[in-house]
């Protein structure tokens, strides 16, 4: 498929959908219910993202990796392995997870219906292929997008991927989202442009530090704000 016009490819959680506040939700649950006789939050917390980053590298992204990294941190932390119990309570934590909840952030409906009319626009998310497809089926955003790319990761590779599939020319096509790691670094180095709507609660391992002089990066503060600029 060839698409000739002027073409924004989104990622979708924290730039379309809430995602990591429902996980810092659980983690601070987590880490009330954890109580541990000599370390403090900061310090189990900072367990735990080791975890999360050594699990996202070897088993990928999504609420199954994170339960998982819940309770490889309790068991850590308490040199034995986890009870049913307290994977039962670990579960009962994150139902919100595991129910796929969507909250959609203000005003993403209405301005991808607007871009919708005058340009073609590419979904391109990371995660678990089953997980990600229902969140979007929940969102009821799909319609709005010529296609959906579902990936375990998302670096340079899979940016050019897009090129070529699309035959797009990358110094006219953009890349829009939270994640200066998985949105922003790879996709410029793809040769493409990137707008930048940071989420305050985007992940710690989705941060990044950006180029502040890059002109073919647009910085926004809301969503809707892309109607301002395509």
């Not at 699309?166 to 998985?182: E, F, V």
Request: net charge negative.
């Amino acid at each position: 498929m060839r698409l000739t016009g002027q073409v924004l490819i989104f990622d979708a959680d924290d730039t379309l959908w809430e995602n990591n506040v429902l996980f810092e939700r659980v983690i601070d649950d987590f880490l009330g219910w954890l109580a541990h006789p000599t370390l403090d939050r900061a310090e189990i917390r900072a367990i735990l993202d080791d975890i999360e980053a050594a699990n996202a590298v070897a088993h990928g992204y999504g609420s199954k990796v994170f339960l998982r990294s819940l309770g490889e941190c309790l068991e850590r932390l308490h040199r034995r392995p986890a009870t049913a119990e307290e994977r039962r309570r670990i579960e009962e934590l994150a139902v919100a997870l595991v129910e796929h909840r969507v909250e959609l952030i203000p005003g993403v409906s209405e301005t991808l219906a607007s871009l919708g009319d005058r340009h073609d626009l590419l979904l391109l998310t990371k995660g678990d292929l089953e997980e990600q497809r229902r969140k979007l089926e929940v969102s009821a955003l799909a319609h709005h997008f010529r296609e959906v790319h579902i990936v375990p990761e998302k670096d340079v590779e899979v940016y050019r991927g897009l090129v070529r599939r699309y035959d797009l020319t990358p110094a006219t096509t953009w890349m829009i989202g939270n994640s200066p790691k998985s949105d922003i670094l790879p996709a410029r180095q793809a040769g493409m442009n990137a707008v930048f709507i940071p989420n305050d609660n985007t992940w710690v391992l989705e941060r990044a530090d950006l180029t502040p002089d890059d002109d073919r990066v647009l910085r926004l503060r809301r969503f809707p704000e892309l109607l301002d600029h395509f």
